[in-house]
């Protein structure tokens, strides 16, 4: 309710301060960059914005931090990752959205007459430059490290007219981030850490590591630990890692995410399996999963600082015993998307299974 009242009082505000047809005044133009040196010009702060491509979500969840979005967001890329779309419960207006697959073509994005496309970095060359070819704006996120969340809050910041907001989020982020790293930079023991992925595919399981440039390892880092797997991983995507190998590293703790199955039934049977449990981590009770919303809090969604400050507080719980989790989660929520007491308990905590 609250969110949805900020929306209309915004509404009616915007609607006092453009133009009348046929008026002879023109928005200030914009000119604005983004992480990859890529430059939209825009004749004004763009009123019609879609959002496409995989990682949907995680665009998504950053641009609904700025309460200027559900009104301007036209067009949706896919946000569901297995658990329902988190967009929804923050757009007053989502049901008028026009949704898009992740396979969209320009031609599609261009039916919902965006004044700025935004898309992940990494899908520049097959679907950015594409849409850019139609004279479309585009700006790319990237969103894979902490200084690259500022980066982008800041580009958003001047593609809402708000750079308040832009500077309130680059604070909260910083803010936290320290909060763990000044704990922890100075450790000299820190305990060997795995983080692994698991997936299925033609009913075979596989485990898989994430390159040590991505935030799964860099949180591990920051959490206290060492990333056991960074060595053997320095660049590209996700690899795969056999039992072997994970036997041979045999970490002190080990950290599970699934984004698209079940991850309590996942880890329900590994802690059942005969070759798990010789693991030290397996019989010291430190194999765990990572909380799980809308989108697990591993990935490089705007979750990644909640799941920092609790990945932290199970590497060193003693260091971080002043953590309250539940109380860190609420605020967050509050906080960072406007959810009202009730939103939370039926959106959010539901499915924490707290």
Do not use: C
Not at 42 to 63: C, E, H, W, Y
Not at 112 to 124: E, M, Q, S
Not at 134 to 163: H, Q, S
Request: net charge negative; aromatic share 12%; proline share 6%.
């Amino acid at each position: 309710m609250k969110r949805l009242l900020y929306t209309l009082l915004l509404s009616i505000l915007m609607t006092n301060l453009l133009p009348a047809a046929g008026s002879t005044e023109v928005n200030t133009s914009l000119v604005i960059e983004d992480t990859t040196g890529n430059t939209a010009y825009l004749p004004g702060i763009p009123q019609r914005i879609t959002f496409v491509g995989k990682a949907s979500n995680m665009i998504a969840d950053v641009l609904y931090m700025f309460p200027e979005a559900s009104m301007r967001i036209v067009g949706v890329g896919k946000t569901n990752q297995r658990n329902g779309e988190f967009a929804k419960v923050l757009d007053p207006f989502y049901d008028k959205k026009i949704f898009l697959e992740h396979n969209v073509g320009p031609e599609q994005i261009a039916v919902t007459r965006p004044d700025l496309v935004i898309v992940k970095n990494y899908l520049k060359k097959s679907l950015g430059d594409p849409v850019g070819q139609l004279d479309i704006p585009v700006l790319y996120m990237n969103l894979e490290t902490p200084v690259a969340y500022e980066e982008d809050f800041k580009m958003l910041g001047r593609v809402f007219g708000n750079p308040a907001r832009a500077s309130e989020l680059i604070k909260y982020y910083r803010d936290e981030k320290e909060f763990v790293t000044n704990r922890t930079q100075s450790l000299t023991e820190k305990p060997d850490i795995l983080f692994i992925y698991h997936t299925t595919r033609d009913g075979i399981a596989a485990f898989n590591t994430p390159p040590g440039s991505w935030i799964q390892s860099r949180m591990v880092e920051m959490a206290g630990g060492t990333p056991v797997w960074t060595d053997s991983h320095p660049g590209g995507g996700w690899s795969k890692i056999n039992l072997e190998q994970i036997a041979a590293w045999n970490p002190d703790q080990i950290y599970v995410v699934a984004y698209k199955e079940d991850i309590n039934i996942i880890i329900e049977a590994m802690n059942s399996s005969p070759e798990w449990q010789e693991l030290k981590a397996v019989k010291n009770n430190k194999l765990q999963a990572f909380p799980v919303d809308f989108y697990s809090w591993d990935q490089p969604d705007s979750r990644w600082i909640l799941g920092l400050k609790w990945l932290a507080k199970q590497i060193h719980p003693e260091l971080f015993a002043d953590v309250d989790i539940q109380k860190m989660t609420r605020d967050f929520f509050k906080d960072l998307y406007f959810l009202t007491d009730e939103q939370y308990e039926t959106e959010i905590l539901s499915r924490l299974g707290w």
